[in-house]
């Protein structure tokens, strides 16, 4: 693994208030990462095919796209440049995703008709890449517990036309059971009471609107209980699902049934405290720092966000195929949100076996603390900070 940068020794420690620097004192991070905002790149991806477009996406850019040697379609631009207001961001040539991210990706060795599960999909910038590169062919399934985060996902699909063989539930990825569409299951044709998926549509029936309106709490905020049933809210023309019957296509899982069709490739970006994204950190000094002590350091929620890392891993790995694999990731640094859920995890399922990364050896990451896991560092990689590991489901 390479190594692609140096820390800053010359800046100045980076105004944090103490009750994180304590945090990142308890879990060996060093607080002068965060120093290192205006040095790391911004990254972009550039749709694969739109190599011509490069000069004139830097003339509209102002600045030179550096392309990233490790990982195909990524370019390294400077931290201030926006992206948003471009043209060519809005026509969909590119999009802002960071390399670490990227690499995750890439490490799941996505295929051509890949049935694939990305369980924590909001905002959605790794499920982007996924569609992109699933192209036409397989599925992609979009899972989040946050509605307006995943409707947001929703529109980047579309925007980018790239969600046609694409679905995305709002569900709680802890217990979703949903396995990919049955490419034999048939179509009836027959539309008896809406029971039948018809082509997409954003204009929702009488009996859709009366169901969310119930999931709503008394504050006006969608809220998502552990009995929720999982709530479609987007699928492409070609993602298997019209012509078939809702019954069908929403009924949860038997148990093993996933072990023969189950998805071929899981993501699990698991929520996390985020310390290892710079971008991240820096905005709480425009939110108060008080929301952070909330967000991220308060005991009873680092203490849940752990359970929740567990249980979307091990549901994730339940729904993966034999011979699946499966990538857990997180923008937490420290070892509890990722070495330790790791560990644990592979204490209770014997079907489990963590992956060599292979094309990890060109990447500017080093090695986590159990072996062929890996660790994106701010301050060595030039990427945002993210923990990756890799599994795969055993035949038993
Ligand atoms: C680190 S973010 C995922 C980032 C995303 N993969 C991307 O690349 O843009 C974690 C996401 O997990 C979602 N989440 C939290 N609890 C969840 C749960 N129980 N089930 C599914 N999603 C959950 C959050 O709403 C959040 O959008």
Redesign the pocket.
């Known amino acids: 693994m390479a190594n692609a940068g140096s820390t800053p020794e010359s800046l100045p420690p980076p105004p944090l208030p103490p009750a994180f620097l304590e945090f990142l004192s308890e879990n060996g991070l060093d607080p002068m990462m965060y120093s290192m905002a205006d040095t790391i790149p911004r990254y972009i991806r550039l749709k694969p095919g739109m190599e011509r477009e490069i000069p004139e996406i830097e003339s509209e850019l102002k600045c030179h796209l550096n392309k990233v040697s490790w990982l195909p379609d990524f370019y390294a631009i400077p931290p201030e440049v926006q992206i948003a207001g471009s043209k060519a961001y809005q026509q969909g040539k590119i999009y802002g995703i960071d390399a670490a ?1 990227g690499a995750a990706i890439l490490a799941l060795d996505v295929k051509p008709g890949d049935h694939v599960l ?10 982007c890449m996924l569609a992109d590169m699933l192209g036409s062919t397989g599925s992609l399934t979009g ?4 509605k307006h ?1 995943l409707a947001a996902c929703r529109t980047m699909l579309q925007k980018y036309s790239i969600g046609n063989c694409c679905r995305l539930f709002v ?4 217990s979703f059971s949903i396995l990919p569409v049955n490419s034999s299951a048939g179509s009836t044709g027959l539309n008896d009471n809406g029971s039948i998926f018809s082509e997409w549509t954003s204009k929702r029936s009488w009996k859709d609107r009366q169901k969310s309106k119930k999931a709503k709490t008394v504050d006006g905020s969608p809220h998502l209980t552990s009995t929720s049933e999982p709530e479609l809210i987007y699928y492409g023309k070609h993602s298997g699902l019209v012509g078939l019957r809702k019954c069908d296509v929403l009924r949860p899982s038997a148990d093993d049934e996933a072990l023969t069709s189950g998805y071929d490739k899981v993501l699990v ?4 405290t985020h310390d290892g994204s710079i971008k991240h950190i820096q905005k709480f000094e425009f939110w108060g720092w008080k929301t952070l002590d909330r967000r991220v350091l308060d005991a009873e929620r680092t203490d849940s966000l752990l359970h ?1 890392q567990l249980c ?1 891993l091990t549901n994730g790995f339940k729904l993966l195929k034999t011979g699946g694999l499966l990538v857990y990731s997180t ?1 937490s640094l420290t070892v509890a949100q990722n070495e330790d859920v790791v560990q644990q995890f592979l204490c209770k399922h014997s079907s489990a076996e963590l992956q060599k990364i292979d094309s990890a050896d060109n990447w500017p990451c080093r090695s986590g603390r159990i072996f062929k896991t890996l660790r994106f560092d701010p301050a060595t990689s030039q990427t945002s900070g993210l923990f990756v590991a890799k599994f795969t489901k055993l035949q038993t």
């Open positions: 991210s990305d369980l924590c999909a909001a905002p959605g910038a790794k499920l899972v989040d517990v946050a985060r569900a709680d990825g802890t970006d698991a929520e996390c929740l979307l923008c």
